[in-house]
């Protein structure tokens, strides 16, 4: 069974910084790449970034290029997500999967997580 938890999430103020984990309980993460997505209020789930399972390649969303590193811990089964520079329009629960571009773009693989939310104040 295929389980993604999400952790580090929280309030920070405008400007501030937060680093989410995913530990994800798939005998396959070394080998996939990974992703991170959010979904602001209202709005539909969006891609956010993307690491190749080597870690050797990286891809973002032009909103976040710049603030956000994605990275991972193979060994750990771990994908990380910091984030600095927040501004309010960050806000959002985030969520991390396995991801395919078989679609055109990025998307999911695996059932989503509970995600973990981040609220930016201005």
């Known amino acids: 069974q295929v389980q993604l938890v999400e952790s580090g999430g929280g309030l920070v103020q405008a400007g501030g910084s937060l680093r989410l984990s995913c530990a994800a309980s798939?005998?396959?993460?070394?080998?996939?790449?990974m992703g991170w997505f959010r979904q602001a209020p209202g709005k539909e789930r969006e891609f956010v970034a993307r690491?190749?399972?080597?870690?050797?390649?990286?891809a973002y969303a032009d909103s976040v290029k710049g603030r956000f590193t994605i990275s991972r811990d193979n060994a750990k089964n771990t994908v990380y997500l910091q984030m600095n520079s927040l501004t309010p329009e960050d806000t959002a629960v985030y969520y991390c999967?396995?991801?395919?571009?078989?679609?055109?773009?990025?998307?999911?693989?695996?059932?989503w997580g509970k995600g973990t939310l981040v609220i930016v104040s201005s």
């Open positions: 798939i005998h396959i993460f070394s080998s996939s790449d």
């Open positions: 999967n396995a991801v395919t571009t078989a679609g055109g773009g990025y998307a999911g693989i695996y059932s």
């Open positions: 690491i190749n399972w080597s870690g050797s390649s990286t």
